[in-house]
């Protein structure tokens, strides 16, 4: 199994989590070209770095080929990899295969926890309210880090 590393990104902050029935936040996310992975605590530099113990979400994961397939499909040229708010976007794997697995990318270990069940903001961060309905069952992957490494974007 090749996974191909297109994007990373990190935030130092939330935008949406704890922001209900206000606005999102205005924290940046990062294009990074590599991120420390800490196994069992998150990404170094990240808004979930050491969030909570046994953490799901130590890091996310999102499909390229679903972010292609959103855009043409909801006609939305102009959404960006980064609307979606997760860590990595990959290119080559049906994340929801590695759902309760292992799996390994770039001598990294990762256990597969969970969708990334998308929420309403997902309307806001697209600026269209069909992207919450349209992800449900695309989402993304959230993992735990199993081991210490440096995950780097493919050239």
């Not at 606005?23 to 070209?33: L, N, Q, R, T």
């Not at 990240?46 to 890091?59: A, E, N, S």
């Not at 679903?66 to 997760?86: G, H, S, T, W």
Request: aromatic share 10%.
């Amino acid at each position: 199994m090749m996974i191909r590393v297109r994007h990373i990104f990190i935030s130092p902050g939330h935008n949406y989590r704890g922001h209900h029935g206000g606005p999102p936040g205005d924290h940046p996310i990062v294009e990074v070209d590599q991120v420390e992975c800490v196994a069992g605590r998150g990404l170094r530099g990240d808004r979930y770095f050491d969030y909570k113990p046994d953490f799901k979400g130590q890091i996310t994961f999102f499909a390229w080929e679903v972010y292609e397939r959103l855009k043409r499909e909801l006609n939305l040229p102009d959404a960006r990899p980064q609307n979606f708010r997760r860590n990595v976007i990959t290119e080559g794997i049906d994340l929801n295969t590695l759902i309760g697995r292992e799996f390994e990318i770039q001598g990294i270990r990762f256990l597969g926890t969970e969708e990334c069940r998308p929420c309403y903001w997902m309307n806001e961060a697209f600026r269209d309210p069909r992207a919450e309905d349209w992800l449900r069952g695309n989402g993304g992957l959230r993992a735990k880090i199993l081991t210490d490494g440096i995950l780097r974007r493919d050239a």
